[in-house]
């Protein structure tokens, strides 16, 4: 992270996170969200065709609930990079051992750590959200 990127994480309480790492972070929202857009495609498709055919009510539950789910994801990955500061009378040094000793428990991969931020990359499965780590 740049010192600008800090900057506006610690004033924003949001962490600002790269392209990249945005798609790999809301990923299972886009991965949810080429349901309805296929739907919807190829109903386009059928319209520009001539052999437009209704919508039955399962597509329209199953677009509903896809999108639906795919918002609730975006919710609550979205409130994964809320953060906040606070301050402690513990130093560095403590502060440096507690992380290491949590990152070691919880298979962190720090790669960097510097006076104002500590960022750590975990490697989970593909549903299970989040994958950086920002202390």
């Known amino acids: ?3 600008e990127e800090i900057k506006y ?3 924003t ?3 600002k996170i790269s392209i990249w790492d945005k ?3 809301y990923g299972i929202v886009v991965f949810l969200l080429i349901i309805p857009a296929l739907f919807l495609f190829f109903h386009i498709k ?3 065709q001539g052999t437009l055919k209704p919508m039955i009510e399962g ?3 199953f677009v509903i609930v896809a999108l639906i789910i795919a918002y609730l994801f975006y919710r609550l990955q979205k409130k994964r990079l809320a953060f906040k500061s606070f301050e402690t009378s513990l130093t560095r040094e403590q502060l440096n051992s507690i992380i290491e000793n949590v990152a070691h428990k919880l298979e962190w991969h720090q790669y960097l750590n510097n006076k104002k931020v500590i960022i750590a990359k975990t490697f989970p499965s593909v549903l299970s959200g989040s994958w ?3 202390c």
């Open 23 to 25: 798609f790999s972070h």
């Open 132 to 134: 950086d780590v920002i």
């Open 9 to 11: 994480s610690i004033e």
């Open 1 to 3: 992270m740049t010192e």
């Open 59 to 61: 597509e329209i539950w």
């Open 13 to 15: 309480g949001k962490l």
């Open 46 to 48: 059928d319209y520009f």
